[in-house]
């Protein structure tokens, strides 16, 4: 075998080969991998082609600790490099610098770095999250009046109705000594998927009953970012005008064909039937006969960071109506199950909280008359459900970080002087995992401390580090939708039952490391116990 592959070599087209794989090595790594020492930008040798996320790929570390590593050594500079496979990303982790680049300077990084073909992966590629430039800024400003505080209030019906019914099947399944262990990434899978079906594509789904449903192992696949699915959302990232050009999609033609049918079907019934429901999609069908607007009392901040003129209106197609119901299962169904399963952990490993919490739910059923009372106010106005809430998303942000491309020539400049020049298409990332577990910012990082956000805390929070949902006119339109689900989801559990660490619960969690999204090692197990 070996000496058929010599032989080879020695031909014309062997030799021909190894001259094209020199070249390219040369061309690709090494002349890549000098890409910082020439802009005298501090970073760590990348292993070649597969960078300093190497440890990452290999499934050795968690992306969430290969970055902190980083983070902290070059602590001494307001940006450092990265190489994500041989591309290089300059990565900003001093917190007045993000806010320039994501909030003063926006118009330099409009964009993230994925690119899809629209045609191609029509599903992600229309979704408001990989649309760029002035395409962006028209969605991001028809969309905005779908997630204020008035369209919520309408929706959380629809929430507390499935809340109900769901914590009546968990208790369906307890056993004689009242306690049942989960798994909760999985079980807060079966919620959100059932509360995206119903808030974004107007179906009543039980997943909890009916375990196999379409809507789940799709909105599952859909959703995946584990193993090869997240080497390849980066790949899209990182070369995506290589994927384009092997007709790699990120989602199969199955995925996109069954929820497109899902979307226009329930248009259709509903056009023809003339039926209103509270959800997404009636909402996007006024969007699309242009008829969605801010209500009197929303707080207007969802500002898309352009100058104004951009036209408000836009021609929808199917995919357009599809692709936007379905980010909520992107965006929304894993990241609120991540946010879930993390804080179902750290309650049951911090019974004290827990209590504290319970004793503001009770309150508040008792003072509204019952949890069927509950409505979009009173959650938003409990104050420790929400210290909680952001204490988990500070501790296990489910983005580890965020990415941005430069859109226009910018000069960053670190502490002592030296300034390095941005081009258009070069990568940047923020390590938002590491800024929120950053000793400076946030006391005793490890700690689950819900009262460091507290009004009159010892330590007061800079709230601006808080980079969980983002940050500045590109950041999480959908952030309003979460909290509020989560929130309502934790009332109804904790009201009925009381969180514990079981037998197979493991503390501290380590993180699972072939996922980019952070996900317990082994599984996130809690014991359900009802409360008296
Ligand atoms: C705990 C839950 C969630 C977390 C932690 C989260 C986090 C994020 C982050 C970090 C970004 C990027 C922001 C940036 O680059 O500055 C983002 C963008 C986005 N999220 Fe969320 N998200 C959550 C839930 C949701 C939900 C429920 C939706 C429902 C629609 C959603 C829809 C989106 C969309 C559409 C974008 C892209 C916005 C744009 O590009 O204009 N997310 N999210």
């Known amino acids: 075998m070996l000496g058929t ?13 190894v001259a094209v794989l020199v070249l390219l090595y040369n061309y690709v790594i090494v002349r890549s991998s000098r890409f910082f020492a020439d802009r005298g930008v501090p970073y760590v040798p990348p292993v070649p082609f597969l960078g300093n996320g190497s440890d990452f790929i290999t499934r050795k570390r968690h992306i969430t600790d290969v970055l902190g590593d980083m983070y902290h050594r070059f602590a001494n500079h307001r940006f450092f490099g990265y190489f994500d496979f041989f591309s290089p990303i300059y990565v900003v982790r001093d917190l007045e610098l993000v806010k320039q680049v994501c909030i003063k300077d926006f118009d330099h990084f409009v964009n993230h770095r994925i690119q899809l073909d629209e045609n191609h992966d029509p599903l992600f590629g229309r979704a408001l999250f990989a649309m760029r430039d002035n395409r962006w800024r028209n969605m991001r400003t028809v969309l905005s009046p779908a997630f204020t505080g008035s369209k919520m209030r309408l929706m959380f019906g629809l929430i507390t109705t499935y809340c109900e019914g769901a914590v009546r099947t968990i208790q369906s399944e307890m056993g004689s000594d009242g306690c049942a262990e989960l798994e909760m990434k999985e079980l807060f899978r079966r919620f959100g998927n059932d509360i995206v079906a119903t808030c974004a594509f107007g179906i009543e789904i039980n997943s909890f009953q009916d375990r196999t449903n379409a809507f789940f192992t799709l909105g599952k696949e859909l959703t995946n ?23 790699l999609r990120l989602f199969s033609e199955k995925m996109t064909s069954f929820f497109r049918h899902v979307v226009m079907d329930t248009i259709g019934q509903r056009e023809k039937h ?13 969007a699309r006969k242009q008829e969605l607007r801010f209500d009197e009392n929303d707080n207007i901040e969802t500002s898309n960071g352009g100058s104004g003129a951009q036209k408000r209106t836009m021609d929808w197609t199917d995919d357009d109506i599809t692709a936007q119901c379905t980010v909520f299962f992107f965006g929304g169904y894993d990241t609120v199950s991540t946010l879930s399963a993390f804080m179902a952990h750290e309650l049951a490993v911090n019974p004290d909280v827990q209590g504290r919490l319970q004793a503001e739910i009770d309150d508040v059923r008792t003072m509204i008359g019952g949890a069927d009372k509950l409505n979009y106010e009173t959650i938003q106005s409990m104050r420790y459900l929400d210290m909680v809430a952001n204490e988990t998303l500070r501790k296990w942000t489910p983005a580890p970080f965020l990415d941005r491309t430069c859109t226009k020539p910018y000069v960053l400049q670190d502490y002592d002087g030296r300034r390095v020049q941005l081009q258009k298409g070069d990568g940047l990332w923020i390590p938002a995992a590491a800024i ?19 009004i009159d805390g010892q330590a007061p929070v800079d709230s601006t580090a808080m980079l969980s949902f983002g940050i500045g006119p590109r950041n999480c339109i959908g952030s309003r939708f979460a909290l509020m689900e989560t929130k309502a989801v934790f009332f109804f559990l904790l009201s009925h039952f009381t969180l514990e660490a079981g037998p197979r619960t493991l503390h501290p969690i380590r993180l699972k490391k072939g996922s980019l999204a952070p996900v317990a ?12």
């Open 5 to 17: 592959i010599v032989t080879a070599l020695f031909t014309l087209e062997g030799a021909l080969l």
């Open 274 to 286: 003339g039926v209103v429901r509270h959800d997404m999609i009636n909402l996007l069908m006024q």
């Open 225 to 247: 970012l584990d193993g090869v699915q997240g080497i390849k959302f980066l790949a899209f990232s990182s070369f995506p005008r290589l994927m384009q050009a092997l007709r």
């Open 436 to 454: 929120m577990r950053d000793p400076l910012l946030f006391p005793d990082p490890e700690r689950f401390w819900p009262e460091r956000f507290a």
């Open 521 to 532: 090692e082994n599984g996130s197990w809690v014991r359900f116990r009802l409360r008296k």
